[in-house]
């Protein structure tokens, strides 16, 4: 499986991004799909996953301000990332995890990483 990333970039705090992955090659092995993001001197922490029947798992500071979403046809995820505070400046990675793991437990496949620094 590869996971192609896109979006993020530079956003004044209360902006919105969205961040977009597509999958490719053995993508009927996938389950769940999500975002994890690390900070500078942080772990790598999960922002939001969802598996193919639309049930998704929200990190507690992503409730309410970001909104996961997927397109099995398509095989792409997306995160709409609403009000970003300076907290959420982080290298965003895309994943993919096979059946048997519980929505957002990370899987094997990750896309390469992209920015988002919040910013004023």
């Known amino acids: 499986v590869q996971l192609q990333a896109s979006g993020g970039g530079l956003v004044q705090p209360g902006g919105s991004l969205r961040l977009s992955c597509a999958a490719s090659?053995?993508?009927?092995?996938?389950?769940?799909m999500g975002w994890f993001r690390q900070a500078p001197g942080k772990q790598r922490e999960l922002v939001a996953a969802?598996?193919?029947?639309?049930?998704?798992n929200y990190a507690d500071s992503a409730k309410g301000r970001f909104t996961i979403s997927r397109d099995n046809a398509k095989n792409t995820v997306s995160l709409q990332m609403n009000r970003l505070k300076r907290e959420d400046t982080a290298v965003y990675y895309c994943?993919?995890?096979?059946?048997?793991?519980?929505?957002?437990?990370?899987?094997?496949?990750w896309g390469q990483g992209t920015q988002v620094t919040v910013s004023s």
């Open positions: 969802i598996d193919r029947g639309g049930t998704a």
């Open positions: 090659g053995t993508v009927f092995s996938i389950n769940s």
């Open positions: 994943n993919a995890a096979p059946r048997g793991l519980r929505i957002g437990v990370p899987g094997d496949y």
